[in-house]
């Protein structure tokens, strides 16, 4: 009887210990993170993931390490994390939780298709936990990033209209959608007339030497025919000619993907100023 009562006292101690064990990883962690120490920390909301089975303590480790990861600005590796462990996760309100942390980091990690695949999968999986307002904004920002204009002002006036707020603000916020300029219409010019996709492309430095060089190759061309190098006007004449002229509508395309890029960067840098203060 009193090896029984021992026994059970010794595996109540013991697991009261295990347990203070685990807390004290957690406080540890915290008290790390509060500090700036945040690859401790890290290692420490590690311990909690790995000893641990309680599921309170399983979310303070897992958000504590994304925070931690986020704060060194490593979203790639949060939003990995998070992809790794969200199986941890039982309860939907927690899980849900994971997911727009998720969100988040795929955002900030510039990963925007994901960003935007997955609040579709939140909204229509966890309908009762999402913030709604965190996830719309995420929404429009991404799909403004993607370039996506006419998705993103549908969205964002079907959330002014739930909010009651000022239709005509979406109107005036999204009244100068910048013209992109076309990746096939600058591949067409470029084909056609030397330097005609650079100067489209608003590029005329870079569409001026596209047109000197392969004017160079025509004219070596026509000087080795003249003086009877037959063999010469077409493998460097020609071959230089084509080479600056093939790779002039390659570099058009480029110059039109920086072009748009550019453009949507400030477009997108004052939206964004003035849909956070609106749902501010």
């Known amino acids: 009887m009193k090896v029984k009562f021992y026994l059970i006292c010794k595996f109540l101690c013991v697991s009261f210990l295990i347990k203070a064990q685990q807390n004290i990883n957690l406080v540890l962690a915290m008290q790390k993170e509060t500090m700036g120490n945040y690859i401790e920390a890290n290692v420490l909301y590690e311990r909690v993931l790995f000893d641990d089975n309680n599921e309170e303590n399983l979310m ?5 390490k994304a925070r931690c990861l986020k704060k060194i600005n490593a979203f790639a590796k949060a939003s990995d994390f998070l992809k790794q462990n969200i ?3 039982s309860t939907d309100s927690n899980k849900c939780k994971i997911f727009e942390d998720l969100i988040v980091c795929a955002y900030l990690s510039n990963n925007l298709n994901e960003a935007i695949s997955l609040i579709n999968q939140i909204t229509i999986s966890y309908p009762r936990y999402i913030n709604k307002n965190k996830l719309t904004l995420l929404h429009i920002l991404s799909l403004n990033e993607e370039m996506k204009w006419q998705e993103a002002i549908a969205i964002y006036k079907q959330w002014l209209l739930t909010e009651k707020k000022d239709m005509t603000t979406a109107i005036n916020t999204y009244s100068n959608i910048p013209k992109l300029k076309s990746k096939n219409k600058a591949s067409w010019l470029s084909t056609f007339i030397p330097g005609g996709g650079a100067f489209y492309a608003k590029k005329p430095m870079e569409a001026i ?3 000197i060089l392969q004017s160079a190759g025509v004219a070596y061309g026509f000087f080795c025919f003249n003086t009877g190098y037959y063999i010469s006007t077409f493998l460097v004449g020609g ?5 600056f ?3 002039g509508v390659r570099r058009s395309e480029e110059l039109i993907n920086e072009y748009n890029k550019k453009v949507a960067v400030v477009f997108n840098e004052n939206l964004k100023k003035e849909i956070l203060l609106i749902f501010q």
């Open 239 to 243: 071959g230089m000619a084509g080479s």
């Open 87 to 89: 199986n941890l996760i």
């Open 209 to 211: 030497a596209s047109i």
């Open 60 to 64: 303070q480790g897992i958000k504590g």
């Open 245 to 247: 002229h093939n790779g």
